[in-house]
């Protein structure tokens, strides 16, 4: 990823860091080296950068997986996907008669109804799973859950309960399909940092995450929602340092999650920022989820007429939200799946930018699957970056073409090649655990851009093998403002690879996510992958 040096076959390693690239002589001129040669047969790439993911991933395993796509785990198992809503009951009757305590709530996570037709999860089908025992089923995009009619009565959620997003009958009853966050929160009361975004607060997470992030050959992760709890940075400090932690982490503090003093809390904690700990950036979100249809759409609107999505925070605020962040140098990374979503954050980022210039700002629109060509020049123009949620192609792009967006707007989703062709900088993501933490895939994704059934979306939208390389990559690490750190195998930066058992320049481009990844290098540290 360097291209003034493009490939080699000797890397010097000291004190963790890259010292020399270049033949064995090259790199020998530095004096006395011992050579490892366990790598001889393998490639080595800078290891992979995974902008836009959750420590959330390592806190799901403690529920019920009851996703469509077969998903692996920290521990490599492969949990098969649900392909009907029969099987997802199933599996969570499994899970419930397995459960000892009779007042503990039973939790599930990866639902996504889109892949079911018209058919909805409701309360009254939880309840033949348990009538009694209080549950609650968080969907993939994390924007929605379903519970049952316990887990509703607990949470006081009634025919009378006045909150946005909180779905209800024909006869005005609550159907158990809870809509963002504010419709969520009744029930999270309940279950506490249970099936939360934030996951900090648990150690567990912390390592699973880890975990499975080296599984996929990533070596810097950020946890882009982070609530900078004293607990969970304690986790963080405590934790990171160890030899034995496969990642570097990149916390981004989320202000919905905790507001208060949250300026000076994020400086105090980039303060004590280290080799695998870096605090900076700023996350906000925006809008909801397409295939949730929570998302903000211009018109024409839902292709299956489904009403507009939902603000998550209204736009009058983006401006006061965003200005101090702004104006003491910190980075904003912004969610906004819509393209009126998009539009509005643009008008804000118009308005303090020209208030307050600022060079090299790099804030970065996250997801911004719904972008057209002409906010893509504006995008350019105001010198933002995108992090494209490329999976969705994979995931959901069927779903997009018919459901959510038709197929005109579904074929410019994700439009990789027209922001390189703008000059944006771009990086792509999986959004852990939204889908699987996977940058080898997630770069497929950009580069053919099939969905599940081999449909092809957008094929001017593709990109080469190379560009997608870079993205997650070099790419990643320059919408975190880390690339003089990670991202390239360069003298100076730390000796953090990726270990692959194929050249992804070499081989069929349709093979690049079936790459097998043999382990990782962080600091000149070798972590094999187990196999």
């Known amino acids: 990823m360097n291209p003034g040096q493009p490939e080699a076959n000797c890397v010097a390693v000291r004190d963790g860091k890259i010292l020399s690239v270049g033949t064995l002589d090259e790199v020998s001129l530095w004096g006395e080296v011992e050579v490892n040669t366990i790598f001889q047969d393998k490639i080595l790439m800078p290891g992979l950068v995974e902008g836009h993911s959750h420590l959330m991933e390592g806190a799901m395993w403690d529920a019920v997986y009851v996703g469509y796509y077969d998903r692996r785990g920290p521990d490599g198992k492969c949990w098969k996907g649900l392909t009907t809503l029969d099987q997802v009951i199933q599996r969570l009757t499994e899970a419930e008669k397995q459960m000892t305590d009779p007042s503990a709530e039973l939790l599930g996570w990866g639902f996504d109804?889109?892949?079911?037709?018209?058919?909805?999860?409701?309360?009254?089908?939880?309840?033949?799973?348990?009538?009694?025992?209080?549950?609650?089923?968080?969907?993939?995009?994390?924007?929605?859950?379903?519970?049952?009619?316990?887990?509703?009565?607990?949470?006081?959620?009634?025919?009378?309960?006045?909150?946005?997003?909180?779905?209800?009958?024909?006869?005005?009853?609550?159907?158990?399909?809870?809509?963002?966050?504010?419709?969520?929160f009744p029930v999270y009361r309940i279950i506490g940092k249970q099936l939360a975004i934030s996951s900090s607060e648990k150690e567990s997470a912390i390592w699973n995450f880890g975990k499975i992030a080296q599984l996929a050959g990533v070596t810097t992760a950020t946890d882009l929602l982070n609530d900078l709890s004293a607990a969970g940075a304690e986790n963080l400090r405590k934790i990171t340092p160890d030899v034995n932690y496969p990642i570097r982490i990149v916390p981004a503090y989320g202000p919905q999650r905790s507001a208060e003093n949250g300026l000076e809390r994020l400086q105090a904690a980039i303060a004590t920022n280290s080799e695998k700990l870096h605090y900076g950036p700023v996350k906000v979100i925006v809008d909801g989820s397409i295939q949730g249809f929570t998302a903000r759409v211009k018109w024409p609107g839902y292709f299956d007429g489904k009403e507009n999505g939902l603000w998550i925070i209204p736009p009058s605020q983006f401006v006061a939200l965003f200005t101090p962040f702004h104006l003491n140098g910190l980075q904003l990374h912004i969610h906004t799946n819509g393209d009126e979503a998009v539009e509005l954050v643009l008008n804000a980022f118009e308005e303090i930018l020209a208030r307050h210039p600022r060079d090299d700002h790099r804030h970065t629109l996250q997801h911004c699957q719904m972008a057209d060509a002409a906010q893509l020049r504006r995008i350019a123009a105001l010198g933002l970056c995108i992090n494209f949620?490329?999976?969705?192609?994979?995931?959901?792009?069927?779903?997009?073409?018919?459901?959510?967006?038709?197929?005109?707007?579904?074929?410019?989703?994700?439009?990789?090649?027209?922001?390189?062709?703008?000059?944006?900088?771009?990086a792509f993501h999986s959004d852990a655990p939204i889908t699987q933490l996977s940058p080898l895939f997630t770069a497929w994704c950009a580069v053919q851009r099939k969905t599940a059934s081999g449909r092809v979306l957008g094929e001017n939208e593709r990109i080469s093998v190379g560009a997608a390389l870079h993205a997650i990559t070099l790419g990643a690490a320059y919408t975190l403002k880390m690339d003089h750190l990670v991202g390239s195998i360069e003298v100076g930066k730390f000796a953090d690879f990726a270990v692959l058992e194929q050249d992804p320049i070499q081989i069929d481009p349709d093979q690049l996510k079936n790459i097998p990844v043999w382990g990782t290098v962080l600091g000149g540290k070798v972590f094999e992958s187990p196999k």
């Open 113 to 184: 109804p889109i892949f079911f037709g018209t058919a909805r999860l409701s309360a009254q089908q939880l309840d033949t799973v348990s009538a009694s025992r209080p549950m609650a089923i968080l969907h993939a995009s994390v924007h929605l859950m379903n519970v049952n009619s316990a887990m509703l009565a607990l949470a006081g959620i009634d025919e009378d309960t006045d909150i946005d997003g909180i779905h209800k009958n024909a006869d005005g009853q609550p159907s158990g399909e809870l809509q963002e966050f504010a419709a969520m």
């Open 389 to 426: 949620f490329s999976n969705h192609i994979y995931y959901w792009g069927d779903a997009h073409y018919t459901q959510t967006m038709g197929p005109d707007r579904a074929n410019r989703m994700n439009a990789a090649g027209s922001a390189l062709r703008l000059g944006i900088p771009i």
